[in-house]
């Protein structure tokens, strides 16, 4: 016999708190780019009120020219790329996040659930770059979104600290 016999899904009466924990996961992971953002942007702004050298730092308006201008003025050939040698890594290690940045920031976001209960988060992002449209996915099961978190965190902590010690050495 092949009748159809509806099994009950285990996530049904879960779901709401699934969804909950799929959102706050989202929320930690923004405010984790919040957080380093405003730590460059405080950076930006400690370099570009340091006599003579700080007179050409860049305070652009958009986030990702911020992460550019504080790696331009602690580059190489930038003003302080001796004071900033030691946040130059960090600060290459938080800016490879930000492709994730734009898609928890502007995608769209389901949430799925598998046969266990874990759920699954599949974000969209529709953008246009160079005039064209780009469109791009990003699936993480629970334990793959909580481990890039954790990743995000150590990372922002890095950047955070050594902005830290650039600007306390500034200070002098």
């Known amino acids: 016999m092949n009748a159809h016999t509806p099994l009950p899904l285990p996530a049904h009466e879960i779901w709401p708190d699934l969804w909950q924990s799929a959102s ?57 790329a001796v004071e900033g040698k030691a946040l130059a890594k960090a600060l290459d290690e938080f800016i490879a996040f930000e492709a994730l940045r734009a898609t928890l ?29 780009v469109r791009e996915t990003l699936v993480l099961d629970e334990n793959e979104a909580i481990e890039r978190c954790k990743m995000i965190h150590a990372a922002r902590q890095r950047l955070e600290s050594k902005i830290s010690l650039l600007i306390k050495a500034l200070a002098g």
């Open 24 to 80: 706050a996961w989202r929320g930690r992971m923004i405010e984790e780019f919040a957080r380093a953002e405003a730590a460059v942007t405080e950076a930006l702004i400690q370099l570009s009120n340091v006599p003579t050298k700080g007179k050409n730092i860049n305070l652009p308006h958009l986030v990702g020219q911020r992460f550019a201008a504080l790696a331009k003025a602690i580059g190489t050939d930038g003003p302080f």
């Open 105 to 133: 920031c502007h995608g769209t976001q389901t949430v799925t659930v598998d046969h266990k209960g874990r759920w699954h988060v599949t974000l969209r992002l529709q953008a246009l770059r160079n005039g064209k449209v």
